[in-house]
């Protein structure tokens, strides 16, 4: 791990990016549909990273089966997660899309030894997710007659996290050990892109109430949030490794939720607060490694 200074700056901004897009994306649907919030988002990120690899004279891979794999990864790891938060957002807040976000590191966790033989859970880990798992049932409230707003608001939100925990063993499986992160990225936000297009055709509605806020935010999320977290992300992973550049999942829900409440005013009830501290607790367990005498 290098110096902290040459990777604290890009994981406090990322952090910041990621926990803001969720409010991002709930203003952006005051004019916007969900479809054309996703397309928005992929699009413009592609095209920033694209200005990037062409700047630096980065070649795309052409392997057809390599671009075959990575379209199934825009598929699981932008287009159908983002569509699902948008109409999830629009029916509960920015703040509980966010804590449920908290629940990507599980997912993968359990389906990664589906996909991957070397990713066999321990009794830790498995501990560990059983006590996520008591998180994601905490957030939804059942014992309390159910979460702060639409039972399927909050399904398709929690179909996101699902979405991460194929897609993130799928690119290690098949991709990312044959390119490089920045490569990779902007691939999948072109083939997420293309997947996303027939969509905003077909369910093409011109926006609504359109003022300045939701188009910010639009460009937020799609410059932002899409490219250049993307390449900040690198840094960070580069810098200080993967297991510090994955901590950001856990700091997200506490930007997200405190920009929901702060900004946007929503309530959050008790137990998803308490929930989403339970559901990092149990994925901290899992992360663990029992130390050996030396």
């Not at 569509?83 to 359990?110: D, H, K, M, W």
């Amino acid at each position: 791990m290098k110096n902290r200074s040459s990777w604290l700056w890009s994981y406090l901004s990322v952090s910041f990016i990621w926990g803001f897009s969720f409010l991002f994306m709930k203003v952006g649907l005051d004019s916007f549909t969900p479809f054309q919030v996703a397309f928005l988002r992929v699009a413009l990120g592609a095209v920033v990273l694209l200005i990037i690899v062409l700047l630096r004279k980065v070649k795309l891979p052409r392997d057809r089966t390599l671009w075959l794999h990575t379209f199934v990864a825009g598929f699981l790891l932008n287009a159908l997660p983002w569509s699902l938060y948008c109409f999830g957002e629009q029916r509960v807040s920015s703040s509980l899309a966010g804590i449920l976000n908290a629940a990507t590191p599980l997912f993968t966790v359990l389906i990664a030894p589906l996909m991957i033989a070397s990713e066999k859970p321990s009794r830790r880990r498995i501990f560990g997710l059983g006590i996520s798992f008591v998180g994601v049932i905490t957030v939804f409230g059942v014992w309390s007659g159910g979460i702060s707003g639409d039972i399927t608001g909050a399904l398709l939100c929690l179909g996101a996290p699902i979405c991460y925990g194929i897609g993130s063993p799928y690119v290690r499986k098949y991709i990312s050990h044959k390119m490089g992160i920045l490569e990779q990225s902007v691939m999948q936000l072109m083939c997420a892109s293309l997947i996303l297009v027939p969509f905003e055709i077909f369910f093409f509605k011109a926006p609504h109430d359109l003022t300045i806020s939701p188009i910010l935010a639009i460009l937020a999320l799609g410059i932002l949030g899409s490219g250049l977290a993307n390449l900040m992300m690198n840094i960070v992973y580069r810098d200080a490794g993967p297991t510090v550049a994955s901590t950001v999942t856990y700091v997200i829900p506490i930007i997200s939720t405190s920009a929901g409440v702060l900004i946007l005013k929503e309530n959050v009830a008790f137990h998803e607060v308490i929930g989403a501290a339970v559901i990092i607790g149990g994925l901290l367990l899992t992360q663990q490694r029992v130390k050996r005498n030396t």
